[in-house]
Structures are given as C-alpha cells and as structure tokens.
C-alpha cells in the first residue's frame, strides 16, 4: 500500500513539474539524504534502504514515459454507481407509497 501511495505521489509532482527525469532525480536524493541522517543517528542497518528498497524501482519508474491516464474506466464505475443508487432509491420510494397507501385503508394501483 505504501510503495503504490509513493508512486502515485512521484506521478503527481512529475506531473506538476512537467519534468520526469528531474523528479526521478529528486526522489532518488531524497532517499540518500535520508540514509545520511540515519547513518549519523546510527542507524547504519537502514542505510542500504536508498539502494535496495523501493525507490530504485521508483526512480526507474519515474525514468520510463508516463502511464496513460485512463478516465473512461472511472467514469464508467461512477455512472453505474450512481445509476444503480437511483434505482435503489426509486424502488425504496415506490415500496414505501405502496405501504402507506395500504396503512391508510386504500388499495395500492397495480
């Protein structure tokens, strides 16, 4: 979860800056930056994290051309969510009036 929260943060300032390579070199001094201050706090089993752990995939990542963006997927979800909530709803609504009308001693139109 966190390795797809941290690419998906390096597409958006890639976006942002428009430039990929400059933010695949950002990351990649974040994380000696990082491993530095670790290494004075003397944490030096944690050093070798800029190198082996996630972000060389990252930096490769951000090295690569951009994913395409696909909306079309998204907006199909949303318009099938949101269509089936207002059939849900109608129904509820037509289930209810019948209910009422039949708690009120009238009979229901079929």
Do not use: N, W, Y
């Given at each position: 979860m966190s ?12 976006r ?10 950002a990351?990649?001094r974040?994380?000696l ?18 190198v082996?752990?996630p972000?060389p995939?990252?930096?490769?990542a951000?090295l690569?051309?951009?994913?395409a963006?696909?909306i079309?997927?998204?907006?199909l ?8 909530a ?12 019948r209910?009422?009308?039949?708690a009120?001693?009238?009979?229901p139109?079929?």
């Amino acid at each position: 979860m966190s390795f797809a929260t941290e690419r998906a943060a390096d597409e958006a300032a890639a976006r942002a800056s428009g430039d990929r390579p400059l933010t695949a070199q950002a990351v990649g001094r974040a994380a000696l930056a990082a491993t530095r201050s670790r290494e004075r706090a003397g944490l030096s089993l944690l050093a070798a994290g800029a190198v082996t752990g996630p972000v060389p995939a990252r930096v490769k990542a951000l090295l690569t051309q951009a994913p395409a963006r696909r909306i079309a997927p998204a907006l199909l979800a949303m318009a099938l969510l949101c269509t089936t909530a207002a059939t849900s709803s109608l129904a509820g609504a037509i289930i209810l009036h019948r209910s009422v009308e039949i708690a009120q001693g009238e009979h229901p139109a079929d």
